[in-house]
């Protein structure tokens, strides 16, 4: 199987457009669409539906996505080891955290890690916490700063870096809540969607047999604190989130805060992605 046509493939998938593809490949549209043909001939069935704005994958098609993404980490893996005895490592690390974590932790790890070795090129991506471990059992990361789920999953390895618990925050201009601060279960809550925090806030209202007023379900604790400080209710972040957030003289943790249990902070990454040298330098570097 061509490896070529294989990182033109998982591209589209990702894209989801030719067009949006073919510019993260530095290749034309018509590179691509004659790439997934060429693909569909050699397997005989129809890896994509298409349209004139977008595409989605088939059955097959997903079915394809993760062979094809499996195949490139073990030939990215077979790559790095060849560079294994060389007194440098040469290659790219993908990496996946919040904007929180890319202050709070990815710094330090990189001040550390980078001079070590010049030669790994860092590909940073941030985003949602609750989407990191997705992100790494679906191989499109090598490592990712996640929040430890209640249960690991099967074949991912996980270091702790940092405990922090989770705790409700008000604005502290309560004008828009009415002054109702000493009765804030009662106020509009603002929650992640999901994620370990959105199951621990499930579980507490479950325990206190209490119905949540919901004002917003949002992706990213950054964006919880954000709309806590204009008012809009009250929320649940990570006290890590609050200390470092550029908003934190604008909201104040609220009174008798719950026990929400542990929130643990750490490293996760494949097991497997532990045999490529790049990988697993990064990996060794972090103190469990």
Sequence with gaps: MDIHKLKLFTALAAAGHFGRAANSCHVSPSTISRNLKQLEEELGTELVLRDNRSVALTDQGQQFLQFARETLQQWETFQESLLAGAKELRGQLSLYCSVTAS????????????????????????????QAIERI???????AIATRPERL????????????????IGPV???HLGGKLSQWRDLPMIISEDGLARERFNAWCQKENLTPNIYAEVKGNEAIVSMVSLGFGVGLVPQIVLDNSPLQQRVKRLPDQPDMGPFETGICVLEKRLKSPIVAALWAQINS
């Design 153 to 168: 999953p099967a074949g991912l390895d996980f270091k702790p870096i940092a405990h922090s618990p989770l705790v409700f």
């Design 137 to 143: 059992t679906r191989g499109l990361e090598d490592v």
């Design 173 to 175: 201009d309560q004008t």
């Design 103 to 130: 202050y709070s932790f990815l710094y330090e790890i990189l001040t550390e890690f980078r001079p070590r070795h010049p030669g790994i090129n860092i590909k940073l991506h941030t985003g949602d916490p609750a």
